[in-house]
C-alpha cells in the first residue's frame, strides 16, 4: 500500500511539473516532488513577479530578463539568487548555481545614473559550478566546466576550461 502511495503521488508530482514548467521537461524526472513547491510561490501567488519564467525559482530569489538556459538548469531555484538579464545571459547545460549568487548584465550610464548601458550578453558554459555569494558582472564569459569559488567577484572573463577561479578580483586558482 505504502510503495501504491508513493508511485501516485510521483505521478502526480510530475504531472504538475509538466503542466507549470512545459519547457523544462527533465525537471519531471529528475527531482518533480521537491519542484512542486515552488509551484505554489511561483505560479499562484506570482512572488517577484517570476509567474513567467519558465524554470522554478525560489520564492526570495530575483530572476528577470533575457536569460536563456540550458539543459538541466534552472537559475534561481536556491534561496536569495540575483540575476540581472537585461543584455542578456547564456547557461549553458548543467549550471549548478549555489545560494546568494548574484549575476548583472547591465551596468548603470555614468550620466544618467536610471539608465543603462548596452553591453555584451554573460555567458556561462557547460558542467559550470557557481558558489554561494559569487558575483559575475556584465559581460564575463566562463569556460566550459569551471568552478566559481564561494564569495568570488568575477569581473574579468575566464576563457581556459576545467579551472577553478577564486578571490576578489576572481582569478584562476588552478586546473582541476
Do not use: E, L, P, S
Given at each position: 500500500m505504502r510503495k501504491l502511495l508513493i508511485s501516485i503521488y510521483t505521478r502526480w508530482c510530475k504531472l504538475l511539473v509538466h503542466l507549470f514548467y512545459p519547457q523544462k521537461k527533465e525537471l519531471a524526472d529528475w527531482n518533480a516532488c521537491?519542484?512542486?513547491?515552488?509551484?505554489?510561490w511561483q505560479k499562484i501567488l506570482n512572488i517577484n513577479g517570476m509567474r513567467k519564467i519558465p524554470w522554478p525559482v525560489h520564492y526570495t530569489s530575483n530572476v528577470g530578463g533575457d536569460i536563456t538556459t540550458g539543459y538541466m538548469t534552472t537559475p534561481g531555484m536556491m534561496p536569495g539568487i540575483y540575476i540581472n538579464g537585461m543584455n542578456g545571459i547564456r547557461f549553458g547545460s548543467n549550471v549548478y548555481i549555489a545560494s546568494g549568487v548574484k549575476i548583472i548584465s547591465a551596468n548603470h550610464d555614468f550620466k544618467d545614473y536610471s539608465k543603462h548601458t548596452k553591453a555584451n550578453p554573460v555567458i556561462i558554459g557547460d558542467n559550470v559550478w557557481i558558489g554561494a555569494n559569487a558575483v559575475i558582472l556584465p559581460e564575463v564569459t566562463i569556460a566550459n566546466g569551471c568552478?566559481?569559488?564561494?564569495?568570488?567577484v568575477v569581473t574579468k572573463s575566464c576563457k581556459e576550461e576545467n579551472c577553478i577561479i577564486a578571490g576578489n578580483p576572481a582569478k584562476k586558482i588552478r586546473k582541476k
Open positions: 521537491a519542484t512542486k513547491k515552488y509551484i505554489f568552478i566559481i569559488g564561494a564569495g568570488a
